[in-house]
């Protein structure tokens, strides 16, 4: 079992044993400093495949995952003259990519509260070929979310131009869900309206399609790799499905954005990935004081 927050708090050298974080394989003791943990007051990254990782010492009540698309990405890349050797290839058989999807559903399922949501995010075609495995797994199904953008890729004289994933909204019993906190101006000014406004209730639940930018390379919010999720989608459902100080989990974490969003949002967060690139992104974030902003 990972107890986070207890390993590396400084982030040049181990506490524990005292010996250089950049020669992790020179450490003699037994504290483990090479499983690579990265960590502040609010914030835990692993560098670590989440099916080895798992379970960790705290449950969590909200998991936000983009997972590999299977789309044949190798995210293996060179950066100034050193080889990254993550073995993150996206580049899966139909069977491998069912069973990661599957631990991926089961892992999460047991390590989080028994109020909690998971929201997974992919495209809709792999959604539809995962749909067995997503209807048999032990997560309640709630809601699919449209996250539609404006988009010129994939154009084609044979089909409408792709601007679409999927937010599968999965959920356990008595789950935590504060929609109303997320709300659009009314249609219209009316009785009934005006009645609602009176009572504190200032507007009309979101649609469940919501047209958020990707993040493109002239992004305000954009670092440096690929297939960063947009802060607003990501605050939107932490918001939906939290409270302050709960703890938000991504077992694919990337970039960082959703345990940057939860630190926002004054949560805490968890996250793993595999591939040492990002180490650099997650000490950025880790190390940028925390702005007090919403969405």
Known sequence: MTHIGLVLRNLDY???????????????????????????????????????????????QTFIIDPPYNVKYNYNRSKNGKKYDSNSTDNF???????FNKDLLDLSYFNSKDNASLFLIN???????????????????????????????????YRFTPCTRYIVWLVKKDYKCYVEKLWQPYKEDSKKTRAMKAKGRLGANLYDWWEINLVKNVSKEK??????????????????????????????????STLK?????????FGCD???????????ILNKPMQDKLI
């Open 93 to 99: 058989t139909e069977e491998e990519y069912q069973q």
């Open 261 to 269: 969003a939860a630190q926002e949002l004054n949560r805490r967060g």
């Open 123 to 157: 495209t809709p075609k792999n959604i539809l070929e995962l749909y067995e495995t997503i209807k048999n797994s032990r997560w309640e199904f709630n809601q699919i979310i449209h996250w539609i953008y404006p988009n010129n890729m994939g154009r084609s004289k």
């Open 274 to 284: 595999i591939n040492e690139e990002l180490i650099d992104l997650w000490v950025d």
């Open 223 to 256: 670092v440096n790799y690929v297939n960063q999720i947009p802060q607003e989608l990501i605050k939107r459902l932490i918001i939906a499905t939290t409270d302050e100080n709960d703890l938000v989990g991504d077992l694919n974490c990337g970039t960082g």
């Open 14 to 60: 181990c506490d524990m044993c005292g010996f250089d974080f950049t020669n992790p394989d020179d450490c003699v003791c037994d504290c483990n400093c090479h499983t690579k943990v990265f960590n502040n007051e609010k914030l835990n990254f692993v560098l670590e495949d989440f099916r080895t990782l798992l379970p960790i010492d705290e449950k969590i």
